[in-house]
């Protein structure tokens, strides 16, 4: 997996600042989605898109944070970086509240803009393999039968063999062996390990 999977979704009303940044980022190896306003990426995007979003917060039309409202109402997960000029920093204070991962000040320097961009492509990435854990973890849950999903629960919380035995009228044996068949579906190998999973 590279570190550059996916694309950087900018979105500036500026033809000038498209252009450069595009340029520039096509040189270091990131390929680039360019868009005039944020109706325009809305209306464009595609639930498979990866990487992230580089936005200007003030642009005729839907400005950033109103664009940044309407990634969360429809639950976009890309991460949003803000591209902001002086004095916009209640603005900038506001997206950062709201979840934007970063801002980057105009005229900004090109290693500040790749670090940014790189730190968007590292979280977007964990982000997806978080999903596809929770997905593999989620497949495997269906695979215990009923008592076993019952046993889990007390498991997770803490509860030892005999306050389980107690709780469902079976052996701390039989309870043993549910953990066992349980520990070997989850795919795991310690009691840490599954709450991490099934969390």
Known sequence: MSDHEGSVYLIDDDAGVRDALCLLLSLKGIRTQVFASGESFIEAYR???????????????????????????????????????????????????????????????????????????????????GEHERAAASDRLANLTAREREILTPIVEGKQNVQIAAQFGISPRTVEVHKARIMEKLGCRSLAELIRKIS
């Not at 429809?74 to 979840?99: C, E, F, M, S, Y």
């Open 47 to 129: 639930p498979d898109w990866l990487g992230c979003i580089l936005s200007d917060l003030r642009m005729p039309g839907m400005s950033g944070l109103e664009l940044q409202a309407v990634l969360k109402q429809r639950q976009i997960p890309l991460p949003l970086v803000i591209l902001t000029g002086h004095g916009d920093v209640a603005a900038v204070r506001t997206a950062l509240k709201n979840g934007a991962l970063d801002f980057l000040e105009k005229p900004f320097e090109e290693e500040l803009l790749l670090e940014v961009l790189n730190n968007a492509f590292r979280v977007e990435r964990e982000r997806r393999i």
